[in-house]
């Protein structure tokens, strides 16, 4: 699998923050940018950003105040750190290739926010 | 943000019938729309780019066409193994956005 995704943590009590990362194993991480998206149980695909290698990175005005998106390209990684959790953010967190097009997805990671 | 209005939110078909699903998006995207396929507890996979080209290795069954406002992808004759929820998703504006989803099941 071209982006393994860790698995996460599975559940999170709210208010705590979100880390997940996902690694680029055929070393393409200079390529392309590289997405988050995640999607709510039941729910539509909603794009969290993206970031380039050289660290620029674009996000969802929705979530604008609450995420980061980091690279590290020693490691071919790139990381998603959401804070303040609510239950709004239970979902399946995907990492993707692309900024426009996402051709390559990770397998998915499920998160779920509850005390 | 730029809405996508898909339609219908689920349908029922039965092998080898046509498919049709729609997308509308709230403003003018040009052709920078995608189609998803989305099988229960996978990833998306893409399947049209640019609103109406083919991506390599997708059967020629699956297509799509439009540009402005209003799409449409279309499975041309409808397998057992396309069973699963197509999304549409612009690019024309940030933030990207996707269309809620068609659920498509055999009859």
């Known amino acids: 699998q071209v982006l393994q995704q860790e698995s996460g943590p599975g559940l999170v009590n709210p208010s705590e923050t979100l880390s997940l990362t996902c690694t680029v194993s055929d070393g393409s991480i200079f390529s392309y940018h590289w997405s988050w998206i995640r999607q709510p149980p039941g729910q539509g695909l909603e794009w969290i950003g993206y970031i380039h290698y050289n660290g620029g990175t674009t996000y969802s005005p929705s979530l604008n105040s609450r995420v980061t998106i980091s690279i590290d390209t020693s490691k071919s990684q790139f990381s998603l750190k959401l804070t303040s959790l609510t239950a709004a953010d239970t979902a399946v967190y995907f990492c993707a290739r692309g900024r426009s097009v996402f051709r390559l997805w990770g397998q998915g990671a499920l998160v779920s926010v509850s005390a | 943000d730029i809405q996508m209005t898909q339609s219908p939110s689920s349908l029922s078909a039965s092998v080898g019938d046509r498919v049709t699903i729609t997308c509308q998006a709230s403003?003018?995207?040009?052709?920078?729309l995608n189609w998803y396929q989305q099988k229960p507890g996978k990833a998306p996979k893409l399947l049209i780019y640019?609103?109406?080209n083919l991506e390599t290795g997708v059967p020629s069954r699956f297509s799509g066409s439009g540009s402005g406002t209003y799409f449409t992808f279309t499975i041309s004759s409808l397998q057992p193994e396309d069973i699963a929820t197509y999304s549409c998703?612009?690019?024309?504006?940030?933030?990207?956005?996707f269309g809620q989803g068609t659920k498509v099941e055999i009859k």
């Open positions: 640019d609103a109406s």
């Open positions: 998703q612009q690019f024309g504006d940030l933030p990207r956005t």
């Open positions: 403003q003018d995207i040009t052709n920078y």
